[in-house]
């Protein structure tokens, strides 16, 4: 990768819970040990993001588009561009699209070579996907799914990808690994299979080399029936949330983390919503940098802690944010039941920010195809 050259554009997509934002935490941190310049862009149909506070904790250079996917925010991925540039002057931008959206070569990439070509340089496009949920979806072992509409898009994320990478390496076997590959290369021909592991760092430098200065396979768009494509965003349920947690001695924030996303899970599978991501931090005001962070990103799953704080906290700013296919109303039922389960007499508990809603109808800035 050359710093001289135009800035390098770099989008990771995926659906929710694929472990995009663990991915480009390691690439951002991959090059910044090159000596270049790096920042990042992430986006979601909300405020308050889990994503951003986990990339910034780590010191990179961080702008959000919230309130729509990057084709409905064109403009605004342009603009965050623009104030990164304006600040760091990145040589790669890394950017995480909303991991409910598709159709990202038409809305994004092609016009971004079409009418910015002279100021980004586009990388392949990288889909992510969590193994266990495509085994599942794509019929080679049993397990709850999501409805047909919510599937479409799925699947339309990984007919456009010019990378399919197999995140997550390390939860499956060997024969396992390989039948999905076999899958996916058979089901998608267009991409190519890669696999990795962000949290072990396996594959990743493979996967790095094939982004770091190849140029997409191509700006052909794929068809879209948008009808379906906003009926299955429709029946995902969002829920972004903050809460204040505050006691007079110091508590661990760990085991409140870890309960609070478990009590969420109860509920949830009480209320039969089928989970596709629940990611949540515990930022203490007095640590700066120091972050706790938890995933659940099926139902049968548990929720795992990817960081954990070092010391115990008096004081600290929770970041919820819930995606699964329910009814936005039954997620908020979920999150303050869960909510009051966590507070204690030692522990006061205060709601400073929550919406839940469903995405809007998709309606790309641009949807320009080749030709």
């Known amino acids: 990768m050359n710093p001289t050259s135009a800035p390098r554009y770099i989008m990771i997509g995926g659906f929710l819970g694929a472990g995009k934002t663990t991915a480009v935490a390691w690439l951002a941190r991959r090059l910044a040990d090159q000596g270049l310049r790096v920042g990042l862009i992430t986006n979601d149909q909300g405020s308050e993001l889990v994503d951003t506070a986990m990339l910034a904790a780590r010191g990179f250079p961080v702008e959000e588009i919230s309130g729509g996917c990057f084709c409905c925010r064109f403009n605004s991925l342009l603009e965050a561009a623009q104030k990164l540039s304006t600040t760091t002057r990145p040589d790669v931008f890394i950017a995480e699209p909303v991991g409910s959206c598709t159709d990202l070569v038409a809305t994004v990439t092609y016009p971004l070579r079409r009418i910015y070509g002279g100021r980004f340089a586009i990388a392949p496009l990288s889909v992510l996907v969590d193994p266990a949920r495509a085994a599942r979806i794509l019929g080679l072992e049993a397990g709850a799914k999501f409805s047909e509409k919510v599937l479409y898009i799925y699947r339309k994320q990984l007919e456009e990808a010019d990378l399919i990478v197999i995140n997550k390496s390390e939860l499956l076997d060997a024969p396992r690994l390989d039948a999905l590959r076999a899958a996916l290369a058979w089901q998608f021909p267009r991409a190519e299979i890669l696999t990795v592991s962000a949290r072990t760092g396996t594959g990743l430098d493979e996967w790095f080399a094939r982004i770091a200065d190849a140029a997409p396979r191509s700006d052909a768009a794929m068809e879209v029936d948008y009808a379906v494509y906003a009926d299955g965003e429709a029946l995902l349920g969002w829920l972004n949330a903050t ?44 640590a700066v940098g120091d972050l706790a962070v938890i995933n659940l990103v099926r139902n049968d799953y548990v929720p795992e802690s990817s960081q954990e704080l070092q010391d115990a906290l008096e004081r600290g700013r929770v970041i919820v944010n819930l995606r699964a296919e329910a009814e936005p109303e039954v997620l908020h039922a979920v999150f303050h039941g869960a909510l009051a389960a966590i507070g204690t007499a030692g522990l006061a508990v205060e709601l400073e920010h929550c919406e839940h809603f469903k995405p809007g109808k998709p309606t790309p800035t641009h949807r320009l195809r080749s030709g």
């Open 243 to 286: 809460v204040r947690l505050a006691a007079p001695a110091p508590f661990d924030g760990n085991a409140v983390l870890k309960k609070f996303a478990e009590e969420m899970q109860r509920r949830l599978q009480a209320a039969g919503a089928e989970v596709a991501h629940l990611k949540m931090t515990l930022d203490p005001e007095a």
